[in-house]
């Protein structure tokens, strides 16, 4: 394909899937990284990441992070993507897109142990066409030297994950699970089942008697229901970011959400003794 797909700058979210030994213990962590609202940073605008990670050696999960982890911009002309840590003093080039067969890949988290690529093919993925550059170690790895372990995917990342190091798995390895782009899985892997949200969901009831619009919005969305109603809106983590208060509303209200970051969220509705939700986009 010769359409470039940018990367999200808004409403993507990635799941990843992380093992390590400590000491003898096997440990599993899950990782979710967003987008979600922007920064400026030495005079340039980054859109924010978040990362919520839990992790396991055998018990119940533990949280690790859960916030800010840095920044993320892109040049779209140039097809490159560069990332902001605090912990860095510059900006890191994160991904190169701009790459044809027998390249090095230059990027920070490729120059663990070094990647070049070995075939550039493209995948099909959500009705369109992305290209796919599909990665080979240098050399003084484990496994053969041309198996194409690993894949940079347009508008998505690495199949390792969004910022994990790209090498070749032994004791250690990081895999993306899902990407999600407004809502919508955009990529899934075979072998993992990743839900959105953390007991969150659109659900279905008081289908005919519930309409939100515009959704979605830059800012102010409008409900009109049947019924009266109390509500709360959340992030895709389930966490409250706003409430109603007082008497249930009759019938019809506005939500003014302008001055929250741009993403999805989900409005918890309260209606009589049942209670549903639906998602809403800020753009």
Same mark, same amino acid.
């Given at each position: +394909?010769?359409?470039?797909?940018?990367?999200?700058?808004?409403?993507?979210?990635?799941?990843?899937?992380? !093992?390590?030994?400590?000491?003898?213990?096997?440990?599993?962590?899950?990782?979710?990284?967003?987008?979600?609202?922007?920064?400026?940073?030495?005079?340039?605008?980054?859109?924010?990441?978040?990362?919520?990670?839990?992790?396991?050696?055998?018990?119940?999960?533990?949280?690790?992070?859960?916030? =800010?982890?840095?920044?993320?911009?892109?040049?779209?002309?140039?097809? #490159?993507?560069?990332?902001?840590?605090?912990?860095?003093?510059?900006?890191?080039?994160?991904?190169? $897109?701009?790459?044809?067969?027998?390249? +090095?890949?230059? +990027?920070?988290?490729?120059?663990?142990?070094?990647?070049?690529?070995?075939?550039?093919? !493209?995948?099909?993925?959500?009705?369109? =066409? #992305?290209?796919?550059?599909?990665?080979?170690?240098?050399?003084?790895?484990?496994?053969?030297?041309?198996?194409?372990?690993?894949?940079?995917?347009?508008?998505?990342?690495?199949? +390792?994950?969004?910022?994990?190091?790209?090498?070749?798995?032994?004791?250690?390895?990081?895999?993306?699970?899902?990407?999600?782009?407004?809502?919508?899985?955009?990529?899934?892997?075979?072998?993992?089942?990743?839900?959105?949200?953390?007991?969150?969901?659109?659900?279905?009831?008081?289908?005919?008697?519930?309409?939100?619009?515009?959704?979605?919005?830059?800012?102010? $969305?409008?409900?009109?229901?049947?019924?009266? $109603?109390?509500?709360?809106?959340?992030?895709?983590?389930? #966490?409250?970011?706003?409430?109603? $208060?007082?008497?249930?509303?009759?019938?019809?209200?506005?939500?003014?959400?302008? !001055?929250?970051?741009?993403?999805?969220?989900?409005?918890?509705?309260?209606?009589?003794?049942?209670?549903?939700? #639906?998602?809403?986009?800020?753009?």
């Amino acid at each position: +394909t010769n359409v470039y797909h940018p990367f999200p700058d808004s409403g993507a979210a990635w799941n990843t899937g992380l !093992s390590y030994l400590s000491g003898n213990t096997g440990v599993q962590c899950e990782q979710w990284d967003w987008i979600q609202g922007d920064t400026l940073i030495n005079n340039m605008t980054y859109h924010k990441l978040y990362r919520y990670k839990t992790c396991s050696g055998g018990g119940p999960p533990v949280l690790m992070l859960n916030g =800010y982890v840095g920044g993320i911009r892109q040049e779209v002309s140039q097809r #490159r993507v560069y990332f902001y840590s605090p912990s860095f003093s510059s900006e890191k080039l994160l991904y190169d $897109f701009n790459l044809v067969t027998g390249d +090095t890949v230059k +990027t920070f988290i490729a120059s663990m142990q070094g990647n070049r690529v070995v075939l550039v093919d !493209s995948i099909l993925l959500d009705n369109s =066409y #992305r290209k796919r550059f599909w990665l080979s170690p240098l050399g003084g790895q484990s496994g053969p030297l041309d198996s194409a372990y690993a894949a940079l995917i347009e508008g998505i990342g690495s199949t +390792t994950g969004l910022t994990e190091y790209i090498y070749v798995p032994f004791e250690s390895g990081s895999w993306l699970n899902c990407f999600w782009q407004n809502g919508t899985k955009v990529y899934g892997n075979l072998w993992t089942l990743c839900s959105f949200t953390t007991g969150l969901v659109e659900d279905e009831g008081y289908k005919e008697g519930i309409v939100i619009s515009p959704n979605p919005s830059t800012g102010i $969305f409008t409900f009109n229901f049947t019924e009266q $109603f109390q509500f709360s809106v959340h992030d895709i983590f389930g #966490r409250e970011v706003y409430q109603s $208060f007082g008497h249930p509303i009759s019938q019809s209200t506005t939500l003014d959400l302008s !001055s929250y970051p741009k993403g999805i969220y989900f409005v918890k509705l309260k209606i009589n003794e049942g209670i549903v939700s #639906r998602k809403i986009i800020l753009q």
